[in-house]
């Protein structure tokens, strides 16, 4: 669920893999992935990318191929 008001994002209620994988890599890395965009605060749009600001301080930038 995501909730948007202006530049203001809210994100909740994620659902994530419940296979597990032989390898612990992915599994931490969605983990990591999940626990970061629970986070977001606001979202902008600049030169093509989706830029995702955290409540840690930290950004998640996405880029269109």
Known sequence: DY???G???S???IVAT???CVDQAP???EQTFTSA???VE???LADGQLILN???GGTIVAEGQ
């Open 3 to 5: 909730i948007q008001n």
């Open 7 to 9: 530049d203001s994002l």
């Open 11 to 13: 994100i909740t209620n």
């Open 18 to 20: 419940a296979m597990a």
């Open 27 to 29: 599994m931490t890395q």
């Open 37 to 39: 965009l629970e986070k």
């Open 42 to 44: 606001s979202v902008s």
């Open 54 to 56: 955290l409540s840690t």
